[in-house]
């Protein structure tokens, strides 16, 4: 069952002169819908035919709404339309010409042809790509499908719709145009291939929803063997915002980085990113928790990440699970599943404990549970306080990186965003309910990008003169 997320129908009734609409409410609302909205499509003599917006708690709701309206005297169910499908009705984003072409004069200076100039241009200096193609603003955003939100391994078409929201965000928060990419394999090889040749047309790569370990040597190879940026956006914007949030979570608490001791639960992509841009950041005491149990350098692991890991982190060289990982923690980093915390846990940690469960749909731990116990937490819901969103990272990140015409996305740009995250949330507004800034806040593109471009410039990584990378 998928909870949360937006269950809204629209039912179209026809109701007999006489019906009462009040008892047609009540019966909605004691189903479990919610009217938001009313209209009306028809007025007859016998009948009037109207629209009714309802809110759901659950999907399953609607059925019980739906039935409880059938079986109203005077009511008959006309249309239903789920609104959210309503949206994603051919599609949610398309392409639109930057220039009409209303003559053929026009016609022969963007087409043949006037365009075959640009093409020599072009031929000649192969950099003119990004001043005369949507090269310099576009950026692929490319899955295969097999790691999408929490449904998993659902396939490219399944995933198209995600990659479209996505595409959608970046154009409405930062002005870059994005396109979705849906590959029909999960080979590596192949990816890395199909994404180097399709490389010219882009401005930067967006990888999306592709799982672990896989994501971690196609990004490897595509950062190694391109020379615009490959960002991964399941590690790095998971972390980026992560380390946006702790950075006002200690302010709250008190604490130093450099003092924390971190659990971060759930090895995997995010897990592994989250841990890097920690010990880029100054955090010296990680403990890493996967279904064997606490990761320490003594154990025999297949996966390779897994091996890094524990060479890596645990410097007290713990063994156990997440209760005994958790003794005398400042900070849990959850990037795992429902139901892995638990509130004896949460009362093992140090005073104050800082919790992130991140987990979506579904936290670590339910936060009515965990919040009589915690002083800050944190989830990757929009439906309580202090969203962990990627909406905060991705398109600051690569406005940036496109103004810069970075070469790549590097540590120093990634904690130049977590900071300027951070600095969007001021000091009249900081409280516990409130570590990192609103994802519809319009200073955070503009603090993200001009941070990034910032750190690409000074990292040596950009391609533009300086007065030229910063916007105003």
């Known amino acids: 069952m998928i ?27 004691d189903a479990g819908g919610d009217i938001v909205a009313l209209d009306t499509v028809h007025v ?20 019980q709404v739906l039935a409880a309206l059938r079986n109203h005297p005077g009511v008959r169910v006309v249309h239903v339309s789920d609104r959210t499908f309503l949206v994603h009705l051919g599609g949610k984003i398309e392409v639109q010409a930057k220039t009409p072409v209303k003559n053929r004069d026009d016609l022969s200076r963007v087409y043949t042809p006037g365009v075959a100039r640009v093409c020599l241009a072009i031929r000649d200096d192969p950099a003119k790509a990004f001043q005369l193609t949507i090269k310099r603003n576009t950026v692929a955003v490319v899955t295969d499908g097999t790691a999408v939100l929490g449904l998993g391994d659902i396939g490219p078409e399944a995933a198209l719709p995600v990659m479209e929201g996505k595409a959608m965000l970046f154009k409405q928060f ?33 990888l999306e929803d592709i799982s672990a370990p896989r994501c971690f040597e196609i990004e490897t190879r595509l950062k190694a063997e391109l020379d615009i ?74 996966n390779p990440v897994w091996r890094w890991y524990a060479a890596h982190t645990n410097p007290e060289r713990r063994q156990g699970g997440l209760a005994e990982a958790l003794d005398g923690a400042d900070v849990f980093i ?7 915390l638990r509130v004896e846990h949460i009362q093992r940690m140090a005073r104050d404990p800082i919790v992130f469960a991140m987990a979506n749909p579904t936290p670590e731990i339910p936060p009515e549970e965990a919040e009589p116990y915690v002083r800050i937490l944190a989830t990757g819901r929009s439906d309580y306080p202090n969203q962990i969103n990627n909406v905060l990272c991705f398109p600051g990140m690569f406005r940036g990186a496109l103004d810069a015409r970075a070469r790549e996305i590097n540590e120093e740009m990634k904690l130049a965003a977590a900071r300027a995250i951070a600095s969007c949330v001021g000091e009249d507004e900081l409280n516990e309910q409130y570590i990192v800034p609103s994802v519809f806040n319009q200073r955070v593109v503009k603090a993200v990008s001009r941070a ?5 410039y000074q990292t040596g990584v950009a391609r533009r003169d300086a007065p030229h990378v910063l916007r105003d």
């Open 452 to 456: 990034v471009a910032e750190a690409a």
């Open 229 to 302: 940026p490959v960002f991964h956006d399941d590690q790095h914007g998971t972390a980026v915002v992560m380390l946006a949030g702790l950075l006002n979570a200690v302010r709250l608490v008190g604490k130093r980085l450099t003092d924390l001791k971190v659990v971060v639960c759930g090895i995997g992509a995010a897990g592994v990113a989250c841990t890097k841009i920690l010990l880029a950041a100054g955090v010296q005491h990680i403990t890493g928790v996967d279904r064997p149990g606490i990761l320490h350098p003594e154990a025999a692991y297949d």
């Open 174 to 206: 930062a002005d870059v145009d994005a396109f979705p990419i849906c590959l029909a394999t999960r080979d590596p090889d192949e990816i890395v291939r199909t994404v180097k040749a399709i490389a010219p047309a882009f401005g930067g790569i967006n």
């Open 334 to 340: 959850g990037v795992s599943g429902p139901g892995v």
């Open 44 to 63: 007859g003599r016998h009948a009037v035919l109207r629209d009714i917006t309802v809110n759901l708690r659950r999907e399953e709701d609607g059925e």
């Open 3 to 29: 909870t949360g997320g937006g269950f809204s129908i629209i039912v179209r009734l026809e109701m007999a002169a006489g019906t009462g609409f009040s008892q047609v409410a009540a019966a909605i609302a």
